[in-house]
């Protein structure tokens, strides 16, 4: 029986078009279940009042959580939002969730706890059981390191006892025990909640933070990229600028 290549070129041809066929029609639908091309801007919310952010956001097809109260900013009312992530201008796909934070309806004052010349973990942790948050580190000189000696609250100093709102942020002025620089840690695959008090801990400080677009829940969020870069060296109280992917990624 002599063999047919005519007939078998046709079918060769046949079988690539049925396959491009198929793979354009899967590609297609997926695209179009996964909403490929329908992208949002996320609109700006800061300042907005929590009804006034949510209608926003019903209108581009968008949900909201609230992550937590700020420490309570007098540049804008009470149960305003003061921030957002992702934040304006981001593009993000219909139905993405945007964390805001908001400033607090209520204002409530705690005594600030003695600090002087306690340890810089101490202080972290008297801090935050007082309610009060974490701002930057700030290196000064003195023979003890990590010693604290002092604190500020925007630039001003604040004294043992001084009565100050709840989630106030604090910087904390410490001692840098006659050192200049740290060695970085590797902090890869730390999730987005661990960071800061991290980097504390090491004398430094959170920089500025990217969030990979596909993220679907930022507080779960893990690191996969750093700079300065792990195991080299930088001056006491340096910013670590991170980058953020999604934690089932």
Same mark, same amino acid.
């Given at each position: 029986m002599?063999?047919?290549?005519?007939?078998?070129?046709y079918l060769l041809f046949f079988s690539l078009v049925c396959c491009f066929l198929v793979f354009?029609?899967?590609?297609?639908?997926?695209?179009?279940?996964?909403?490929?091309?329908d992208i949002i801007n996320?609109?700006?919310?800061? #300042?907005? /009042? %929590?009804l006034s952010a949510q209608d926003t956001l019903i209108k581009n097809k968008l949900t909201f959580t609230i992550i937590?109260?700020?420490a309570y900013n007098p540049q804008y009312t009470r149960g305003a939002v003061v921030a957002h992530n992702p934040k304006a201008g981001s593009l993000v796909k219909p139905g993405r969730k945007i964390y805001l934070t908001m400033n607090p309806l209520t204002i409530h004052y705690v005594p600030l706890p003695d600090l002087k010349n306690?340890?810089?973990?101490? #202080?972290? /942790? %008297?801090?935050?059981?007082?309610?009060?948050r974490i701002g930057n580190l700030h290196y000064v000189d003195y023979f003890a390191k990590d010693v604290i000696r002092f604190l500020k609250v925007n630039s001003d100093i604040v004294n043992a006892h001084d009565s100050l709102p709840?989630?106030?942020?604090?910087?904390?002025y410490v001692g840098d025990g006659q050192e200049q620089n740290v060695s970085i840690p590797d902090i890869s695959g730390l999730a987005f909640s661990q960071i800061k008090r991290k980097l504390n801990n090491y004398s430094l400080n959170l920089g500025p933070c990217h969030f990979n677009g596909d993220i679907s829940d930022t507080l779960q969020s893990v690191i996969y990229k750093q700079e300065p870069l792990a195991d080299t060296k930088a001056p006491l109280g340096s910013y670590i600028e991170v980058w953020f992917?999604?934690?089932?990624n």
């Amino acid at each position: 029986m002599k063999f047919n290549y005519r007939f078998f070129l046709y079918l060769l041809f046949f079988s690539l078009v049925c396959c491009f066929l198929v793979f354009t029609i899967i590609d297609v639908s997926l695209k179009k279940y996964t909403r490929h091309y329908d992208i949002i801007n996320v609109p700006s919310l800061v #300042g907005l /009042s %929590l009804l006034s952010a949510q209608d926003t956001l019903i209108k581009n097809k968008l949900t909201f959580t609230i992550i937590d109260s700020t420490a309570y900013n007098p540049q804008y009312t009470r149960g305003a939002v003061v921030a957002h992530n992702p934040k304006a201008g981001s593009l993000v796909k219909p139905g993405r969730k945007i964390y805001l934070t908001m400033n607090p309806l209520t204002i409530h004052y705690v005594p600030l706890p003695d600090l002087k010349n306690k340890s810089l973990r101490q #202080g972290i /942790s %008297l801090l935050e059981s007082h309610a009060f948050r974490i701002g930057n580190l700030h290196y000064v000189d003195y023979f003890a390191k990590d010693v604290i000696r002092f604190l500020k609250v925007n630039s001003d100093i604040v004294n043992a006892h001084d009565s100050l709102p709840k989630f106030t942020i604090i910087d904390l002025y410490v001692g840098d025990g006659q050192e200049q620089n740290v060695s970085i840690p590797d902090i890869s695959g730390l999730a987005f909640s661990q960071i800061k008090r991290k980097l504390n801990n090491y004398s430094l400080n959170l920089g500025p933070c990217h969030f990979n677009g596909d993220i679907s829940d930022t507080l779960q969020s893990v690191i996969y990229k750093q700079e300065p870069l792990a195991d080299t060296k930088a001056p006491l109280g340096s910013y670590i600028e991170v980058w953020f992917k999604d934690s089932l990624n």
